[in-house]
Nanobody, 129 residues
Framework: VQLQASGGGLVQAGGSLRLSCLLS????????MGWFRQAPGKAREFVAT???????????NYADSVKGRFTISRNNAKNMVYLQMDSLKPEDTAVYYC????????????????????WGQGTLVTVSS
């Protein structure tokens, strides 16, 4: 499995960005997908996740810090997962990573980065004040 994240950049506070992540090498619809981030000098943290459940479009879960501002979605036909980020704040500045997991999805397990099997290279998001 290979993951390729893109879409990062520099944006002013209050602005928006959309991150994309392409999964290749395996059947995308078999994977739960997650976004994590790591700010300078800080530990990696969970941002958002979407399950592989195709019937409902995927169950989602968000970190409290981004709830209501970020939206995760997926397009199984394109092997893509997206993270729409609105109302960005300087504290959102970080390298954002997409990750894939073929295990059981639930709201607790999906937040644990250690359980994801595959990771992308990261894309830098910088929010200026």
């Amino acid at each position: 499995v290979q993951l390729q994240a893109s879409g990062g950049g520099l944006v002013q506070a209050g602005g928006s960005l959309r991150l994309s992540c392409l999964l290749s090498g395996r059947t995308f619809s078999n994977y739960n997908m997650g976004w994590f981030r790591q700010a300078p000098g800080k530990a990696r943290e969970f941002v958002a996740t979407i399950s592989r459940d195709n019937r409902s479009g995927g169950y989602t879960n968000y970190a409290d810090s981004v709830k209501g501002r970020f939206t995760i979605s997926r397009n199984n036909a394109k092997n893509m997962v997206y993270l729409q980020m609105d109302s960005l704040k300087p504290e959102d500045t970080a390298v954002y990573y997409c990750a894939a997991d073929d295990g059981i999805w639930n709201t607790i397990r999906s937040t644990r980065g250690g359980l994801y099997d595959h990771w992308g290279q990261g894309t830098l998001v910088t929010v200026s004040s």
